[in-house]
């Protein structure tokens, strides 16, 4: 059975910082890892993407203060967020294929920043 499990949020103050998790099982799964993230009230928006080459990309948003990275022996794509706004706060989740073309969400973890 695949699963997607993302672990790691909470509740912090603004300027404070999260690493958010995301561990994948059940398959053969590629380097290639993605976060995306849903405010309340708002469509789900596009975080950042590490492909399987190890190139990165980032939204605009949270250019300079999040950072996309994996560690491949524990099939783990990490989100660390850093100078944290309470525009940051959503429910952040992340997506992983696996090597037959599988397309795979998680069911998301909450974020909250607030003082």
């Known amino acids: 059975q695949v699963q997607v499990v993302e672990s790691g949020g909470g509740l912090v103050e603004p300027g404070g910082s999260l690493r958010l998790s995301c561990a994948a099982s059940?398959?053969?799964?590629?380097?290639?890892g993605r976060w995306a993230r849903q405010p309340p009230g708002k469509q789900r928006e596009w975080v950042a993407t590490?492909?399987?080459?190890?190139?990165?990309a980032y939204a605009d948003s949270v250019k300079g203060r999040f950072t996309i990275s994996r560690d491949n022996a524990e099939n783990t794509v990490y989100l660390q967020m850093n100078s944290l706004k309470p525009e940051d706060t959503a429910v952040y989740y992340c997506n992983r294929r696996d090597r037959t073309g599988g397309d795979y969400w998680g069911q998301g973890t909450q974020v909250t920043v607030s003082s």
């Open positions: 059940g398959s053969i799964f590629s380097p290639y």
């Open positions: 590490l492909t399987s080459g190890g190139s990165t």
